[in-house]
């Protein structure tokens, strides 16, 4: 899966003169936390989120009066107080790459660019949903999750095991284990009980770490 396919591909934007008290208003206003700087020319120049307003406005324990403060604060723009620095990804950038960029360098969102020009902005929250898409968060299911030996075949022993019991995978993840012998898996299973399911991974001498029957996922 790759960027251009969970991305806002109509990002809401801002350009860098405006006052950060307009900015931080249009930002609730609209429900986001961080919003992509253009100059009048519409080219990518900074990026600036919730914090970085909130952080340059005066502090309540000031001893401006409040007419000073809206004073203070209209003459503050966005350019003084952004991200200039912007780290961006292109369109076709794959989604495990930008979700190890923005945990690496700690942020919450990349804007994607071509050829310069800004064309959406992939988001920790895009992130969050395509996680529950892969574990099957919202799907009916045995839910299970075991330790599995680093070696080949083995997750086809586990899918054929399944297959053989009638069951329908739903979602299937593999996950760094306790040590580099083996990886944790967890798999969602429907159309088998979870006693059986249990009963046959733990014949393939896999083990178990949970298990649970979700009913209702939603």
């Known amino acids: 899966m790759l960027v251009h396919e969970r991305m806002s591909k109509r990002p809401i934007t801002i350009t ?13 206003d609209e429900k986001v936390r961080r919003l992509p700087v253009l100059n009048k020319r519409g080219e990518l120049v900074g990026i600036v989120s919730e914090r970085d307003l909130l952080y340059a406005s005066p502090s309540p324990a ?28 292109s369109e076709y950038t794959p989604l495990e790459e930008a979700a190890r960029i923005m945990a690496d360098n700690k942020i919450g969102g990349l804007p994607v660019v071509r050829d310069g020009k800004l064309v959406g902005i992939i988001t920790e929250s895009d992130l969050f949903r395509i996680f529950t898409e892969i574990l099957g968060a919202r ?23 399944i297959a053989d019991m009638g069951g329908n995978i739903i979602s299937l993840g593999t996950f760094l284990g306790e040590d580099p012998t083996n990886r944790l898996i967890t798999v969602k ?3 088998v009980p979870e006693d059986q399911l249990v009963a046959e991974m733990k014949a393939l001498a896999l083990e178990i770490a949970d298990a649970r029957t979700c009913a209702s996922c939603r």
């Open 189 to 191: 299973v429907a159309d």
């Open 16 to 28: 860098e003169d405006i006052p950060i008290n307009q900015a931080l208003k249009f930002m609730r």
């Open 139 to 161: 799907d009916m299911g045995v839910r299970l999750s075991m330790l599995v030996p680093e070696q080949p075949g083995i997750l086809a022993d586990i899918t054929r095991a």
């Open 62 to 89: 000031t001893s401006l009066s409040i007419h000073e403060l809206h004073y203070l604060v209209s003459k503050i723009t966005v350019d003084e107080v952004m991200i200039k620095d912007v780290i961006t990804v």
